[in-house]
């Protein structure tokens, strides 16, 4: 029988062989292969059609070393605990390597958001926060969008847990819209993110633009902006995906037309019609002709046979741990570049975190400001990730664990453990 992926194992193997490789005793890294704290909920909530039906909630805080806890809150189907510790644990990581002062954590819900109404939805949000508005807090563990939320969903978190809290708490949770303190730029900043990292990786290779074809799973709020904003930049983005399927188009994908058709309500590629665009499966599109992929759907989407076909010369990581350790290791023998998940897509964290800035202050930036302080904290973290790479001899995966680990472990050892 095969054995069922297990993201977090995944996680902690390449935590295991950074702490290897930085010559970590076990003793400094241990207390990162075990999540702080771990709140599984149930969430009652009356349906539309008077019905009562209970959902399955998570929260996990991987670390609050360097700061409050910082995570994104998923609605899918597939949600459980593995998944999640796994996904809390990156935040951990990603933090680190952007070298903002944030721990991780990650929420999630058990359901198919699509198949609930609007206020099925709003009310099933209200009953998660109340189930974890004990352990979460602008000082303690702030929420962010992650698959299927969204802004609207993220002013339902603030609006309850203010409510709660008998006062305005904007800084509780990042993501949201701008008129409850949301920070301009934070809808497209880990798509804008994936596009800098894309395009560093492009120059440093010596590619220009125009002789790029970029392939992209995913055409939700980071494979869509980051597609968008490399296509107006001049890389030819011939495929994208969704759940359903993709489309491809090898003179280049027209993104004022996809936009307007994913804005229609239910809007699947699967049904996008275009001259040019012909269809195919998200299979055919990890494996098309092209120079980048970008996978930016959700993880485990790059298996080790996958990577045997993937034709791509890099691949940058929008989505979190979409290639699986085995898939990691074909793709390091077939001399195919990596962009780490946990550099490539920290730009929504780090605009998360100048967005919790401004609520703390009070003050609201322009969008140049936050895109500026964006480019530089993420230059800085590539340009870090890149030499420590080159200097051990690593891959790109390895060197941004590393770079995490060795700020985690720094930290742990000036805090001290607690044996409390
Ligand atoms: P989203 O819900 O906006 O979009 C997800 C996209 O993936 C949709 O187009 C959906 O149709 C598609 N999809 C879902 N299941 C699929 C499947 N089985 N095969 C192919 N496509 C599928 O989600 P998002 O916010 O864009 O997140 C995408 C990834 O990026 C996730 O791994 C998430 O954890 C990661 N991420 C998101 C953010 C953020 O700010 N939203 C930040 C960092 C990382």
Known sequence: MQRKYNPYQNMLQVMEEAACELGF???????FTHPERELQVSVPVRMDDGS??????????????????????????DVEMNEVR???????LKCAVAGIPYGGAKGGICVNPSELSQGELERLTRGYVDQIAPIIGEHRDVPAPDVGTNAQVMGWIMDEYSRLCGRDVPAVVTGKPIALGGSLGRQEATGRGVMLCTERTASKLGLTPSECRVAVQGAGNVGFAAARLLSERG???????????GVLCEDG?????????????G?????????????????ELLTCGCDILIPAALENQITGEIAKEVRARVIVEGANGPTTNEADEELGKRGILVIP???????????SYFEWVQNLQSVA??????????????????????????ERGVTHRMAANMLALRRLVETRRSRGVCVA
């Open 365 to 390: 930036w322009s969008l140049d400001d936050v895109n500026e302080k964006l480019y530089t904290v993420l230059t800085n973290a590539y340009e870090a990730v890149w030499e420590l790479a080159q």
């Open 253 to 265: 994908l027209d993104f004022r037309s996809l936009r307007a058709f994913l804005d229609r309500p």
């Open 86 to 92: 796994a996904l809390a644990a990156w935040m951990t």
């Open 267 to 283: 809007a699947l590629l699967r049904e996008y019609d275009a001259p040019g665009a012909v269809h195919i499966t998200n299979r």
């Open 52 to 77: 009562v039906r209970v959902f399955q909630g998570f929260r996990v805080q991987h670390s609050s070393l360097r700061g409050p806890c910082k995570g994104g809150v998923r609605y899918h189907p």
């Open 25 to 31: 005793h076990e003793d400094d890294v241990v207390t």
């Open 341 to 351: 998940d946990i550099l490539a897509n920290t730009g929504g964290v780090i605009v």
């Open 235 to 245: 890389y030819r983005v011939t495929a994208i995906s969704d759940v359903s399927g």
